[in-house]
């Protein structure tokens, strides 16, 4: 089934630290995810993707990882930064099949202490 | 900043009324894609629209129509408007459905009063 929104988790952690967002995707037939930052008032900002045929990706501070046999997709950031608080949305979808529609999850809220 | 321009953003309106909400995709993308976001039901997908035709549909209310210009700019149309039809609407694009990723607009927030 597709993603509901609910009630947003949060994530607090002190600057300098490394912050792990998780999300559970539904579609076992999805083949591309993303991870989007979302700041308020603003509209979801691309951080990084990743296809179904790799299990890690990494880019500047942060690493997108998939576990396909759990449906299980995680972002890392390292040394998260006050600049980072916002709302993470994970996405997935099947190039091929959906029509390019992503399906969202709920979203998880970062908050950074400085 | 994405590249992909929405306006306005901000629209205030009355239940029953009908509005036009505008996208520029980035330079170069053919697919425009609409989103609703509302607080209890998140970022929902509505329609995706390529090179002009209609693509795919989400869950999109018949109130609701959107089109794809020759110069690839979009519109979705509002009709009949409820207040549950209150949300943030979101434009994104891509080059085409297989070369993602999309890229966000910073939306339009409508206020049913």
């Known amino acids: 089934g597709e993603s509901v929104g609910l009630h947003l988790p949060t994530l607090s952690v002190q600057e300098g630290d490394n912050s792990i967002i998780n999300c559970a995707y539904s579609n076992s037939a999805s083949d591309y995810f993303i991870w989007y930052k979302q700041e308020s008032g603003k509209g979801p900002q691309f951080i990084i993707d990743?296809?179904?045929?790799?299990d890690k990706r990494q880019g500047q501070r942060v690493t997108v990882l998939l576990n396909k046999t759990v449906k299980h997709l995680s972002l890392q950031i390292a040394a998260t930064q006050p600049g980072d608080s916002a709302v993470y949305f994970c996405a997935e979808t099947s190039i091929y099949n959906q029509g390019g529609k992503l399906i969202f999850g709920q979203g998880t809220e970062l908050s950074v202490k400085p | 900043d994405s590249g992909v321009t929405q306006t306005p953003k901000h629209l205030i309106t009355a239940t029953g009324q009908r509005v036009t909400l505008r996208c520029s995709p980035r330079?170069?993308?053919?697919?425009v894609y609409w989103y609703q976001q509302s607080l209890d039901q998140g970022l929902q997908f509505l329609i995706h629209y390529y090179n002009g035709e209609e693509r795919a549909k989400g869950n999109i209310l018949e109130r609701f129509s959107a089109q794809q210009f020759p110069d690839l700019h979009s519109e979705l149309n509002l009709s009949s408007l409820e207040l549950g039809d209150s949300a943030l609407y979101f434009c994104a694009s891509s080059v085409d459905p297989g070369n993602q990723p999309q890229h966000f607009g910073d939306g339009t927030r409508l206020s049913i009063l």
């Open positions: 990743i296809r179904s045929n790799m």
């Open positions: 330079s170069g993308d053919l697919s």
